[in-house]
C-alpha cells in the first residue's frame, strides 16, 4: 500500500518517442492460461533448471489442472501482508493462512501474495512459494477454491522473472504481478525500449498471464507511460495492470484503449484487460474513470469498506460513495505514511494480529504504534458496522 504519486507522470518518465507507435492490435484471449513456449529459448525449463535457484524450483504444480480456469474479474484484489514470527521471523504460515481464508469470506475478488505488502524483497525463493502455497491450500479447504491468486514475480532479470513466474504457477499462483526492472535504468535502450523487451520476454515464455505492476515508488521513481502500457496490453499473455501511480487520467487512456477488445468470454465482469487502481484512496476516482476495481493493501485491514464502496458506486449512490471514500482516504492515509510498518501496527491493535515487519524494517515504538491505531480508528469502526 505503498507510497504513491499524488501528481501526473513527470515528463520524461518511459513517456517520449511513442508518438508513432504502431496501431493497437487485439488481445488474442484475455483470459488465457498458458503461453506458448519457445522450446529453443535461452529461458526454457533446462534452462531455468540449471540455474543457481534450481533447488528450490519445481515443475510440478499442486494446484494443476483440477480446477477450472481462474478468471480475472472486475472487483476488489488484496495484496496480501506476509506474517513473521516474532522472535525467530520465521514465516507464520498458521496466520498466512487465516488471514487468507478471513479476506476470502469478507468478499474480496482475489488476492495478491508476493506484493509490497507481502514483504516480497525480505524472502527468499523458497518462502515465497510457501507463501503462495499456504495461500492457495487455505483458499481450496475453505471452499474458494475459485479465487485467482497473483503473485509478484518482478526482478531485475529477464531470467529470474521468468523463473518466478514458473514457481508461481508450481506454487498454485494464477497470475504473475511484474514490476518493471530499474536498477540499471540509466543503460537501458531510449523510449522505454528495454522496458517493453523485457515485458514481452517474460510474457512470451511465462507459464501464466502477466499484470504489469506500475508503482514508480518501488522502481527509482520509473513511471510506465500509457503509450507503454498501452502497447504491452496488446500481448496475448498480458492481461491486466495494477496502477499505483495514482495517475487516474492514465488509467482513463488505458481503459479507453483497450475496453473495446473483447474475447467471446469477456463482460464487464471480466473485462479483456483488467485495469486496476493501485491504492484505496482512489477508488471512486478509478471507477468513474472507468478502471474495473482496486488492488489495494488497505483492504487488508478494512475488506469490507473497500468492498462497499465499489457497491455503492455501481449501484449509482454517488454521494454514498464519496462519503464513504473520505472515510477510506483518511484511514489509507495512514497505511501510505508508515507502509508496511503501520499496517502491521494497526492490524495488531483492531484485529489481535499482525506482528512486525521484517528487518531491517523497524518495529515501531509504543507512541508511533497508538499513532498508528487512532489513524485506522475511523475506518475500523466503518467495517465494523458493514
Known sequence: MSPHSDAPSPAG????????????RPIANSNLRVSSSNTNSIYSDSALNDSQYSSSYS?????????????????????????FDPVTEDLDTQTIATHAVRLAKAGVTGLTTQGSNGEAVHLTHSERQTVTATTRSA?????????????????QSVRETIQYCHEAKASGGDFALVL??????????PSAASVIEFFTAVADQSPIPLVIYNYPGAVSGMDLSSDV???????PNIVGVKLTCGNTGK???????????KSNSASRETPPFLVLGG????????LVGGGHGILAGLANIAPKSCIELVRLYKAGQLNEAQKMQEIVARGDWTAI???????????ESWLGYGGYARSPLPRPTADQSSKWKEGFRELVALEKSL
Do not use: E, W
Open 13 to 24: 518518465s518511459f513517456t517520449q518517442g511513442f508518438h508513432g507507435l504502431s496501431s493497437f
Open 59 to 83: 515443475t510440478t504444480s499442486m494446484d494443476a489442472d483440477d480446477h477450472p480456469p481462474r478468471l480475472l474479474k472486475a472487483g476488489v484484489y488484496v495484496p496480501t501482508v506476509c506474517f
Open 139 to 155: 483458499l481450496n479447504a475453505a471452499g474458494f477454491s475459485h479465487m485467482p491468486i497473483l503473485v509478484g514475480c518482478g526482478t
Open 180 to 189: 518493471p526492472p530499474s536498477y540499471y535504468a540509466p543503460l537501458f535502450s
Open 229 to 235: 502500457i498501452i502497447q504491452l496490453a496488446a500481448h
Open 251 to 261: 488509467l482513463n487512456r488505458i481503459v479507453a484503449a483497450t475496453k473495446d477488445v
Open 279 to 286: 491504492s484505496a484512496d482512489f477508488t471512486l476516482q478509478s
Open 337 to 347: 505514511q508508515g507502509g508496511i510498518v503501520s499496517t502491521k501496527a494497526g492490524m
